[in-house]
């Protein structure tokens, strides 16, 4: 096995890596979807069959960014508990030193993020 593929597979290993390569691909699909919606609306494109054609590709990563985004979120449940474990020691921290305030709202917020996700995604898939 090559070197290439060795590293390959320690990165994919990792849930974060794995998160992070779907998000270059996702955001690959949505600059595809909007480089086709430019030059539609701007009709640098005129013959109707390349017009056609880029409509199907436009279509067609539209829905592999939406994949990929559902798969994601997903991949999101349960990442807040590691957060939320630290809460109590940043919580403690603050007590002492002030300028730990600024992480433990980010900490927050990030759990809040994740628990909000996870409601929405529940709500898309209930009704």
């Known amino acids: 096995m090559s070197q290439f593929v060795s590293q390959l597979q320690v990165f994919l290993a990792k849930a974060e890596a794995r998160d ?7 955001y690959g699909a949505r600059i595809v ?13 005129v013959d109707r069959d390349t017009i056609k054609d880029l409509q199907t590709w436009q ?7 939406s994949m990929i985004s559902d ?11 590691a957060t939320v474990s630290k ?5 403690l921290k603050i007590q002492k030193d002030w300028s730990e305030i600024l992480n433990f709202v980010s900490k927050v917020i990030l759990v809040s993020f994740f628990i909000r996700d996870h409601i929405a995604y529940i709500l898309i898939f209930s009704q």
Do not use: C, P
Request: proline share 0%; aromatic share 12%; charged share 30%.
């Open 59 to 65: 279509t067609k990563a539209r829905n592999v960014m």
């Open 71 to 81: 798969a994601r979120r997903t991949h999101r449940w349960g990442k807040e508990v």
């Open 20 to 26: 992070k390569s779907g998000r270059f691909a996702q």
């Open 87 to 91: 809460l109590k020691d940043l919580f």
């Open 33 to 45: 979807v909007g480089l086709i919606a430019y030059l539609l609306e701007h009709k640098y494109v």
